[in-house]
């Protein structure tokens, strides 16, 4: 598996705020997503961040919205920008090591928007 | 319909019974399934994965999975109340090298 670190692990901000959630590998893996869980909820991909171009985003979920980066292979951000309440959500990051197919999350960042 | 399905339960099970759940999908060329287990407030755990028909089995756990009628399931044996907990079902769908997972199905094991 991997050691997968976030920051914040939980923030409440405003309508209108931006956040950006932090996610640190303790070695390098090869693809790094961003999941969304909203309360009761199941997990939905926002998307696949890929090292030193840009993220590919799926359906519903664009980057004025959801900026990512990676800089490198152990590194990522996810900004969530100008929140509304809808944006309240657990914000998760994934990774896959190698050519393995196994996928292992990290603890999450739990957003509350007021 | 959904392309990965699961019940969403709650399924009750008393404590050293077997529990059984099911999980179906849509994507007929799917190669890659897997079984996550959730604790409430936590994130997202890898317990069991499966590429070839048949079982596997590792400890209290055994994952089946039959793609011609496009089924996984996962057995957990002699159940505990700390396997209480949320189990998603995820699938590497052909298309496309990411994971579609379902609505997960709660389980409750009674002491």
């Known amino acids: 598996s991997a050691v997968i670190s976030q920051k914040p692990s939980r923030d409440i901000c405003q309508r209108g705020t931006s956040l950006t959630i932090q996610c640190q590998v303790d070695?390098?893996?090869?693809?790094m997503f961003w999941y969304r869980q909203q309360p009761g909820q199941s997990l939905t991909l926002i998307a696949t961040a890929n090292q030193g171009s840009e993220a590919t985003y799926e359906s519903g979920f664009v980057i004025d919205k959801f900026p990512i980066s990676r800089p490198n292979l152990t590194f990522s951000t996810l900004t969530v920008s100008n929140m509304s309440p809808e944006d309240s959500s657990i914000y998760l990051c994934?990774?896959?090591?190698?050519?393995?197919?196994?996928?292992?999350f990290g603890p999450g960042t739990r957003l509350t928007v007021t | 319909q959904k392309e990965v399905e699961q019940n969403s339960g709650p399924l009750s099970v008393p404590e050293g019974a077997i529990a059984s759940l099911n999980c179906t999908y849509s994507d007929r060329g799917s190669q890659s399934f897997f079984w996550y287990r959730q604790y409430s407030g936590k994130s997202p755990e890898l317990i069991m994965s499966i590429y070839s028909n048949g079982d596997k089995e590792d400890g209290r756990f055994t994952a089946q999975l039959n793609k011609a009628s496009q089924y996984v399931s996962l057995l957990i044996r002699d159940s505990q109340p700390s396997d209480s907990a949320t189990y998603l079902c995820?699938?590497?769908?052909?298309?496309?090298?990411?994971?579609?997972f379902g609505g997960g199905t709660r389980v409750l094991v009674k002491p």
């Open positions: 994934s990774v896959r090591r190698g050519t393995g197919r196994e996928q292992y």
């Open positions: 995820a699938v590497n769908m052909a298309a496309g090298n990411k994971l579609t």
């Open positions: 070695s390098q893996v090869t693809m």
